[in-house]
């Protein structure tokens, strides 16, 4: 059996939905806060805001706005983890021999300041 509901509960139910919906990620959490405050269940209320407002096909375009920037907003902070975590072992590893190895007098090499071969 079906419960009845006033037209000022349904009236209030779709304009809680208009005022509210930008709060909620998805269109189904905002149904389901508004059935759970006026009692009814989230297919009835889903109902009413779908004969108001039309069938959910496609996120709402500020759905999408607000997923890309969290997602933009996500890539820039791994970015930055990247480049400290980059710099951190950079700064922490031993650097290549090529780098450090240098020629002494009468040719010889040294690396880390040792004296490797020729004259000493």
Avoid at 9 to 36: F, G, H, M
Avoid at 54 to 77: N, T, W
Avoid at 82 to 100: M, V
Wanted: net charge neutral; proline share 4%; glycine share 6%.
């Amino acid at each position: 059996m079906r419960a009845e509901y006033t037209a000022e509960v349904k009236e209030w139910a779709l304009e809680t939905y208009r005022s509210s919906r930008p709060n909620y990620p998805s269109r189904d959490q905002c149904v389901t806060a508004i059935a759970d405050q006026i009692g009814a269940h989230v297919n009835t209320v889903n109902r009413w805001i779908k004969l108001e407002f039309g069938p959910s096909r496609a996120p709402a375009a500020d759905e999408v706005v607000a997923k890309l920037r969290a997602a933009e907003a996500e890539i820039e902070r791994l970015l930055r983890v990247n480049r400290d975590l980059s710099d951190r072992l950079a700064a922490a590893s031993p650097r290549s021999i090529t780098a450090e190895a240098g020629t002494g007098a009468l040719g010889s090499t040294q690396l880390h300041g040792v004296q490797l071969g020729g004259a000493r």
